[in-house]
């Protein structure tokens, strides 16, 4: 029942709950009070974003407060150039001009308030932005960052959503539709698609593009940069030297030039994620750098822009299966969720994009996560970096080599399904210990020592 807008969320990283869903829940407010009658309007005076609970008391560090301005000056997080981004941090004291109908507005960066970190609220991330006429609040809503770039607000009613055409709870569910019916991956997943968000098929390729052009763009971006990166870990970033350097890899012979052009995408966006620029959940902001690899090394072998398109609905299907019945959460089941996942979406994307058979994309997808089982969550400093960064160039690279491996074996021989292995990821997870799940206390969270 998810829909692809539901999971490619596009938004600033690094953190798709502290920085992802407060820039989309502050320009959804400026959506809301842009409505409002200009007899209203034209008593505004301010502009206020109070956070609360953990946006508040972890919202410094993420750059939650600098997200939330950029929503609420009407900038959307599809298209927000992350020069914007950049200045509100360079510039903390700049003074905005927001216009709404007959007003116009100040607003700075000291509007968003880091309000109270502990009492009764309704979620732990929530967040309340107000319009003001002096000290009467001519329009506020209650907000909700509810994890993963999701929002909801108060009085919030899921959408209704209508019911999958084909629906398939495993992997091995699909085989009746796409063996037994031969009903393409690509079509089954559009008709769903249409079935429950009550899309056109023309809406779903747009916003397909859409997600494809702000990859592309990050990646780009990345690959020009030489910076270090935000926080206490002082990480220099990687991406340009990489692609820089090429010409040496292409000495080193055609597997390492190879590697490392795929690995340098890989680490191109994982930077751009780490800078708080503009990324899509693929599936989860830690690993949205593996998938804008593959796309970009698709692109760089001239793949139609419908195959693209036929990868991107696939990835998502390996997405959907591992959310089902597993987890894409590292605080809920380690690194395996996140890189795993995105990992394995990237190899199914791969196939599908190159025409393998459906056996040969689900043998792709499994062999890419059959690989990352096990592996932990352990960000050194609370940070998306280390290793998340380098995670997602392995990611990549992993992907192809799934790929790779999976078009050249009998694809009935393979020994282990993709439903397996879903299946062993979920029980790994269950079964890891908690420290190893996102809280920054095992692994190379403590044996890195910063200094
Ligand atoms: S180590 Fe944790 S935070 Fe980093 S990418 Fe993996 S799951 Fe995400």
Known sequence: ????????????????????????????????????????????????????????????????DRAALAGLLGKAPATCPPEFLDSLAANPDETHQLTLGPTTL???????????????????????????????????????????????????????????????????????????????LPQLLLANEMAISGKSEQQIWEFLDQVAEVMVRGVDTGLKVDSVLPGPIKLHSKAASMQRNLKTAAAKGPA????????????????????????????????????????????????????????????????????????????EGGCQAEVGTGSSMGAAMIAQALNAKPKVVSNAAESALEHHLGMTCDPVAGYVQVP???????????????????????PEERRVDLDTTIAAMALTAKEMNPKYKETSEGGLAVSLVLC
Request: proline content about 6%; glycine content about 10%.
């Open 106 to 184: 100040k607003v700075t960066l000291q509007d968003v308030v880091f309000d109270a970190t502990k009492g009764d609220f309704p979620h732990p991330n929530t967040m309340t932005p107000k319009l003001l006429a002096g000290n009467e609040v001519l329009y506020e809503q209650e907000y909700y960052s509810v994890g993963g770039g999701f929002i909801e607000w108060k009085g919030y009613k899921p959408p209704d959503k209508g019911q999958p055409k084909y629906p398939f709870e495993h992997a091995s569910d699909l085989k009746k539709y796409l063996i037994d019916d031969q009903i393409p």
């Open 256 to 331: 390492a030039h190879a590697i490392t052009q795929v690995a340098s995408y890989g680490f191109a966006m994982g930077e751009e994620n780490a800078r708080g620029h503009i990324i899509v959940t693929a599936p989860t902001a830690g690993s949205a750098g593996i998938i804008p690899a593959v796309l970009k090394s698709l692109r760089d072998l001239n793949t139609p822009q419908q195959k693209i398109r036929d990868g991107f609905l696939a990835a998502a299907a390996i997405g959907y299966l591992c959310k089902h019945n597993a987890t894409l959460a590292g605080a």
């Open 388 to 410: 998340c960064i380098e995670r997602c160039a392995y990611g990549a690279v992993k992907a192809w080599t799934a790929y790779c491996i999976a078009s050249e074996e009998v």
């Open 1 to 64: 029942m998810t829909t692809l807008e539901e999971f490619y969320k596009i938004g600033p990283g690094p953190s798709s709950s502290h920085t992802m869903g407060p820039m989309r829940i502050t320009y959804d407010f400026f959506q809301r009070i842009s409505k409002l009658p200009d007899d209203q309007l034209k008593r505004a005076t301010a502009l206020k974003v109070h956070l609360f609970g953990s946006l508040s008391a972890t919202g410094k560090g993420h750059g939650t």
